[in-house]
């Protein structure tokens, strides 16, 4: 074994000697038992006290057993050990060597350290091949250079500390700001949904009471109208039954009662009432309804594979037709052959969309816009209704505007919107239409859920019908 290797050894033995059994640390004020074992005063003690009340450990009263060898010495008998003390004192101030502190290559001390590998090694690596050219030092230079990097790199790490405590001073000043400014936007955004709510509530009694008002009048029209006619109708029955009375009588009597039955048609004022129109004033329109409908706009494109051959797509960005097919080119099974239809190219199996349709109609011929199953007929002509599979409304230039649910009677209104908007929420079951002109509600479908896929569906009338513009596509029918 090497000198280096006879130093660990003493220093470990010398740790050895240093250190309590108890508490597995160095001496403090230590003391021998009367065999001649040594324990920190306090350590042997506090065993010996927590000894004195177990039975059958003492065979004479004032004894107690050493920790070590179990042989008996009395309490009394602790006898101060000074050179343990200095011992202890030395290894507590300078901790022995460690196996780490040697080369593992050479087992020598690691004196040296190399700036190059920078690593210590021993006098031994130094004169080896490996280490001859490099820059080497001692270790108690290297460390005073280390020491000085050290203090540089603390000194650049406490301005750094510096500067991020100030950042997260700032940050968390900024946090506190922001959340403020988040916690007044979020007062305001109640506050104005609130005070929202108020005026959509306000506007819909406001509505309700002209509904109401319009319900009481017409309604009264109609009840003045029917009791007139009833009184009316009351008194020409009454006459009929006199004449039917008067066939029994002899002419004598019939002639006698002639002028009476004269003076009494007379006196009847036969009066018809004039028709009560029974088309409502009141719309239904709800402030704001298209700007919140609006944010669920889609850029929903037709489809020029399925259109009709004889319907024309212009796409107006890019200032090209992109439809029609030469009348020698053979259909496809998608596209409609039974009316002059188009479907937008997307289809629709969940959640809300929106979208904008503008019309310039000419004529009287009926157009038809809302949505159909992605299946449909396109080859046959079949009423346009839920049943086969399409959800639409239709117009006509000054006539109506109609649902085409043969269960509802049509909805006549003075002129079709010039824009329509159509609001499709798939799993509510529900496809609504609106009039962009005046921002009032003109139908809505309801069920319970819809069969399938869903495409937007357009359909114009006669060749002078007019344009139907969707997003930047414009329709019109071929002459």
Same mark, same amino acid.
């Given at each position: 074994?090497?000198?280096?290797?006879?130093?660990?050894?003493?220093?470990?033995?010398?740790?050895?000697?240093?250190?309590?059994?108890?508490?597995?640390?160095?001496?403090?004020?230590?003391?021998?038992?009367?065999?001649?074992?040594?324990?920190?005063?306090?350590?042997?003690?506090?065993?010996?006290?927590?000894?004195?009340?177990?039975?059958?450990?003492?065979?004479?009263?004032?004894?107690?057993?050493?920790?070590?060898?179990?042989?008996?010495?009395?309490?009394?008998?602790?006898?101060?050990?000074?050179?343990?003390?200095?011992?202890?004192?030395?290894?507590?101030?300078?901790?022995?060597?460690?196996?780490?502190?040697?080369?593992?290559?050479?087992?020598?001390?690691?004196?040296?350290?190399?700036?190059?590998?920078?690593?210590?090694?021993?006098?031994?690596?130094?004169?080896?091949?490996?280490?001859?050219?490099?820059?080497?030092?001692?270790? /108690? $230079?290297?460390?005073? *250079?280390?020491?000085? @990097?050290? +203090? %540089?790199?603390?000194?650049?790490?406490?301005? #750094?500390?510096? !500067?991020?405590?100030?950042?997260?001073?700032?940050? /968390? $000043?900024?946090?506190? *700001?922001?959340?403020? @400014?988040? +916690? %007044?936007?979020?007062?305001?955004?109640?506050? #104005?949904?609130? !005070?929202?709510?108020?005026?959509?509530?306000?506007? /819909?009694?406001?509505?309700?009471?002209?509904?109401?008002?319009? +319900? %009481?009048?017409?309604?009264?029209?109609?009840?003045?109208?029917?009791?007139?006619?009833?009184?009316?109708?009351?008194?020409?029955?009454?006459?009929?039954?006199?004449?039917?009375?008067?066939?029994?009588?002899?002419?004598?009597?019939?002639?006698?009662?002639?002028?009476?039955?004269?003076?009494?048609?007379?006196?009847?004022?036969?009066?018809?009432?004039?028709?009560?129109?029974?088309?409502?004033?009141?719309?239904?329109?709800?402030?704001?309804?298209?700007?919140?409908?609006?944010?669920?706009?889609?850029?929903?494109?037709?489809?020029?594979?399925?259109?009709?051959?004889?319907?024309?797509?212009?796409?107006?960005?890019?200032?090209?037709?992109?439809?029609?097919?030469?009348?020698?080119?053979?259909?496809?099974?998608?596209?409609?052959?039974?009316?002059?239809?188009?479907?937008?190219?997307?289809?629709?199996?969940?959640?809300?969309?929106?979208?904008?349709?503008?019309?310039?109609?000419?004529?009287?011929?009926?157009?038809?816009?809302?949505?159909?199953?992605?299946?449909?007929?396109?080859?046959?002509?079949?009423?346009?209704?839920?049943?086969?599979?399409?959800?639409?409304?239709?117009?006509?230039?000054?006539?109506?505007?109609?649902?085409?649910?043969?269960?509802?009677?049509?909805?006549?209104?003075?002129?079709?919107?010039?824009?329509?908007?159509?609001?499709?929420?798939?799993?509510?079951?529900?496809?609504?239409?609106?009039?962009?002109?005046?921002?009032?509600?003109?139908?809505?479908?309801?069920?319970?859920?819809?069969?399938?896929?869903?495409?937007?569906?357009?359909?114009?009338?006669?060749?002078?019908?007019?344009?139907?513009?969707?997003?930047?596509?414009?329709?019109?029918?071929?002459?």
């Amino acid at each position: 074994m090497s000198g280096a290797m006879d130093a660990v050894e003493l220093a470990r033995k010398l740790q050895e000697e240093a250190t309590c059994s108890i508490c597995l640390d160095y001496f403090t004020d230590p003391v021998m038992t009367a065999c001649g074992h040594n324990f920190c005063r306090e350590c042997i003690q506090l065993t010996w006290e927590k000894s004195k009340g177990k039975k059958g450990r003492r065979k004479r009263r004032g004894t107690f057993p050493c920790p070590e060898c179990r042989e008996l010495s009395p309490q009394r008998n602790l006898r101060p050990n000074r050179l343990l003390t200095k011992v202890a004192e030395m290894a507590r101030q300078h901790p022995g060597l460690r196996k780490s502190d040697l080369c593992r290559v050479h087992q020598e001390l690691l004196k040296l350290y190399c700036e190059d590998d920078q690593n210590p090694i021993c006098v031994v690596c130094r004169e080896s091949r490996e280490h001859r050219t490099h820059r080497v030092l001692p270790v /108690e $230079e290297a460390v005073q *250079e280390y020491k000085s @990097k050290l +203090e %540089e790199d603390m000194e650049e790490l406490r301005v #750094e500390m510096m !500067k991020t405590a100030s950042l997260q001073v700032q940050e /968390e $000043e900024t946090l506190a *700001e922001w959340q403020e @400014k988040v +916690e %007044e936007r979020r007062q305001l955004i109640v506050a #104005e949904f609130r !005070k929202a709510s108020l005026l959509v509530a306000e506007e /819909e009694q406001r509505l309700l009471q002209i509904l109401k008002e319009e +319900e %009481e009048e017409t309604a009264s029209r109609l009840q003045g109208s029917r009791a007139a006619l009833e009184q009316q109708g009351h008194s020409l029955e009454m006459l009929l039954l006199r004449l039917e009375d008067q066939g029994g009588h002899t002419p004598l009597q019939m002639l006698k009662d002639m002028k009476d039955y004269q003076e009494r048609r007379s006196s009847l004022n036969l009066q018809y009432p004039e028709a009560t129109t029974t088309v409502l004033r009141t719309v239904c329109r709800v402030p704001g309804q298209i700007e919140m409908l609006r944010s669920f706009q889609e850029d929903v494109v037709p489809d020029p594979t399925t259109a009709y051959p004889y319907l024309v797509l212009y796409e107006s960005r890019q200032r090209h037709y992109l439809s029609t097919l030469p009348d020698e080119t053979p259909c496809s099974q998608d596209r409609f052959l039974a009316y002059p239809c188009a479907v937008g190219k997307e289809a629709f199996s969940s959640g809300r969309h929106y979208w904008e349709v503008g019309m310039n109609l000419t004529g009287d011929a009926l157009w038809a816009l809302g949505v159909c199953r992605d299946n449909v007929s396109r080859r046959d002509r079949v009423p346009k209704s839920p049943e086969n599979g399409f959800w639409v409304v239709q117009l006509s230039k000054g006539k109506k505007y109609a649902s085409v649910l043969p269960t509802l009677s049509p909805i006549t209104i003075t002129e079709p919107p010039s824009h329509i908007g159509v609001f499709l929420d798939f799993e509510a079951g529900e496809l609504s239409f609106y009039n962009l002109t005046d921002g009032s509600h003109l139908h809505t479908y309801t069920q319970e859920a819809f069969p399938g896929p869903l495409q937007p569906f357009f359909c114009l009338g006669t060749p002078k019908s007019g344009q139907m513009v969707i997003s930047t596509v414009t329709l019109w029918v071929r002459g």
